[in-house]
Structure formats: structure tokens, C-alpha cells
């Protein structure tokens, strides 16, 4: 039986965390569950998940329907969709199996890539090897997520880019089935006709369009600040997200725009997060004047969140005024309050 190979290419940026990340969860959850009624799928299609921030893992290797269960999606810093290019074209290599003259090998694979960002490395080199060897013998299609995933990119990648605006949970199951739907007519039609042109389901244009015309895209700025802490007591890392609220400041001569952002949610890590961040890279900062609302610490408690380390500047937890070691550089810190001055901190790649 010829096999026909699926991968999934997801980005766990920290951007995804939260809400998306849940959902995309579920969504594997109840992909499996409909690949696993279908017949064609149960027979022919094979299923790979790999993960990408500012590293790349494959949580998954290539394994049949039957046997596959979804596994936990973990969550990192950046996003190197050149290093997770690189590591999807060394997993086709070792694992879909050949065409030769004496053997009939692997059906033309099939990726799904999720991003919801732009490229946080340089991803020349990589998509100058994956348009020479690999564009033409693999279908990937491409989707970008929400308003600020980078569709001119995706297009050097293929011809096949849709964007997501899944608002609602409801609009996300549309999608999830929207996969199924696409994995199974894939399916059936490999095994019917031999044919390997990529078969997708019928778009449901309400949460996604096929993105033809980029001109078309909008291209917007980032609107959220997510900062990456750890925690003093667990020394397991965290997330605190904000989002702009924009200010427009007239001042009748002059205007100028603020930007302030206003606390969003605070998210508990696991210690993966360090395996699938990339710490080479620089990392943008923002003055803590223009965030506005703290959090506490979703590990311990404690209730100070955003406390930046006076040696290495990373955030970190704390109860109150006075000592506390730094559970990234161990230095010994004194904590103090002080009235009105913003600090610079680090910012997480997304
Ligand atoms: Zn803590
Ligand atoms: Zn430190």
C-alpha cells in the first residue's frame, strides 16, 4: 500500500499561545477523530507534527491514522520559519520513501503550514533550496493566521496561501473540518485515479480566502507586546500579554500618536519553552511606561509578575519589596518601588 504522507508545519510562537493554541489543540484532537472514521484515510494517510518558534521539533514522526494521537503542543520564543523549512526538508527526506524503478514509493506529500507572524530569521537560503528541490515534488499549503501573518512570504513558498480570520470557536471547528475534509478528498482521489494534484475541500469564504492578489493583504503593524518572565519559586517560565489600545494625542499645533498598551492575560509555561526558543537572537524592548496593568505570577502567586533583574534584565517574579534572586542569572537583586520611572524590558520575538 502506498502511503500518503501528511505533515503539519504549526508555529507555537508565543504569539499562539493562549486561545489560538488551545484551539489548535482541540482541533488535531478532533481531526484525528474524523481521519479515523474515514477508510481511504485509515488506509493511506500518514501523519507528521512538527513544531516551530525560534527552533523547530518534530513532535510527531510520520505514523499512520490509526496509531497517531495528538500530542501536546508545546509553546516557544520566535519565529524561524527558515529553520522550521530546513527541518520539514530533512524530515521529507528521511522519511517519505522513494519512487524507484523497482518500487513504487510514497504518494506526493502533503504540508500544512500554520503561521500566524512574520519570519523572525533570514529565510533566503532555505527557500532558495525548497523552490529548487522540493516546490515541485511536495503540495504545501500555506496558511496564514489572523492579521499579521507575513502572506507575501508564504507565496515564495507556494501557490497554494490561504488566510485564516477564524473569530469565533465555532469559525476554528469550520477550519479543523475544512482539514479533514481536504486530507480525506486527498486521499480518495490518490487511491481512485493515481492523480497527485493537491484535492482541498470547498473553502467556507466566511472565515477563510484564498489569497491570490497580495496587494490585496493588508499589511499592518503588530499590535500586541508579549513579555516572557520566570518564576522565582518554580523557575518554570510565563507569559504576560498586552494589547494596543491607540491614542491619538492633538495638541492643536502638534499631533502625535501614543501607544499604551493595556494588559490582556497572564499564561503558565512549561519548561519546553526553552527548548523551542532561540535565545541568539536580539530581543526588541519596550519601556514599561507604556503598558498599563500588571499581573501576577501564574506558577506561585506571587504577586508582581513584571520584576526586571537588575544584572540580566530578564523578568522575573516577586512578592513584595526586598531581596530576591534571579531564577535566570542568580544574581542577588534588592527590590525597591519607585514612583513614575519606566524601565526597559525585554520583549519575547513572537
Ligand atoms: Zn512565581
Ligand atoms: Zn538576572
Keep these: 500500500m502506498r502511503r500518503l504522507p501528511i505533515f503539519f508545519l504549526l508555529d507555537v510562537s508565543e504569539s499562539m499561545a493562549g486561545d489560538s493554541l488551545r484551539q489548535l489543540q482541540q482541533g488535531l484532537e478532533r481531526l484525528v477523530r474524523s481521519l479515523r472514521t474515514d477508510p481511504h484515510a485509515l488506509e493511506t494517510v500518514y501523519l507528521s507534527m512538527i513544531a516551530f518558534a525560534g527552533k523547530a ?27 522550521a ?20 514509493g510514497d504518494w506526493k506529500p502533503v504540508v500544512y503550514l500554520m503561521t500566524d507572524g512574520k519570519p523572525t530569521d533570514n529565510i533566503a537560503n532555505a527557500l532558495r533550496r525548497w523552490q529548487k528541490y522540493y516546490k515541485n515534488q511536495v ?23 490561504l488566510h485564516l480570520d477564524a473569530q469565533t470557536e465555532e469559525d476554528f471547528r469550520k477550519f479543523i473540518d475544512w482539514v479533514s475534509q481536504s ?44 513579555l516572557t518572565g520566570r518564576c522565582q519559586n518554580t523557575r518554570l517560565p510565563y507569559l504576560i500579554k498586552y494589547e494596543r489600545m491607540p491614542f491619538n494625542f492633538d495638541g492643536g499645533n502638534f499631533s502625535m500618536r501614543l501607544d ?38 501564574p506558577h ?16 522575573m ?21 519607585s514612583e513614575g520611572e519606566g524601565f526597559d524590558i525585554s520583549r519575547a520575538r513572537g
Design 57 to 83: 521539533k518534530t513532535l510527531t514522526p510520520l505514523i499512520e491514522v490509526a496509531s497517531f494521537y495528538p500530542p501536546r503542543l508545546p509553546v516557544g520564543s520566535g519565529t524561524a520559519l527558515g529553520v
Design 85 to 104: 523549512l530546513e527541518h520539514l526538508m530533512v524530515e521529507i527526506d528521511k522519511n517519505v520513501i522513494k519512487t524507484t524503478p523497482d518500487r513504487k
Design 139 to 161: 503540495s504545501l499549503i500555506a496558511i496564514g493566521v489572523g492579521q499579521y501573518a507575513a502572506l507575501d512570504t508564504l507565496r515564495q513558498l507556494t501557490d497554494q496561501v
Design 183 to 226: 486530507v480525506v478528498a486527498q486521499s480518495r482521489s490518490v487511491s481512485a485515479s493515481s492523480n497527485e494534484g493537491v484535492n482541498l475541500a470547498k473553502l467556507d469564504d466566511s472565515i477563510m480566502s484564498k489569497i491570490g492578489d497580495l496587494s490585496a493583504a493588508a499589511k499592518v503593524d503588530e499590535d500586541f507586546v508579549i
Design 260 to 297: 499604551r498598551y493595556n494588559m490582556a492575560g497572564v499564561m503558565a509555561l512549561e519548561s519546553d519553552y526553552y527548548e523551542l526558543s532561540d535565545d541568539s537572537m536580539a530581543t526588541p524592548t519596550i519601556n514599561t511606561d507604556a503598558l498599563v496593568g500588571g499581573a501576577g505570577c
Design 300 to 315: 506561585c502567586g506571587n504577586p508582581y509578575a513584571i520584576a526586571a533583574c537588575g544584572n540580566c534584565n530578564q523578568l
Design 317 to 337: 517574579c516577586i512578592r513584595g519589596e526586598g531581596d530576591a534572586r534571579c531564577p535566570h542569572c542568580q544574581f542577588e537583586n534588592h527590590f525597591g518601588f
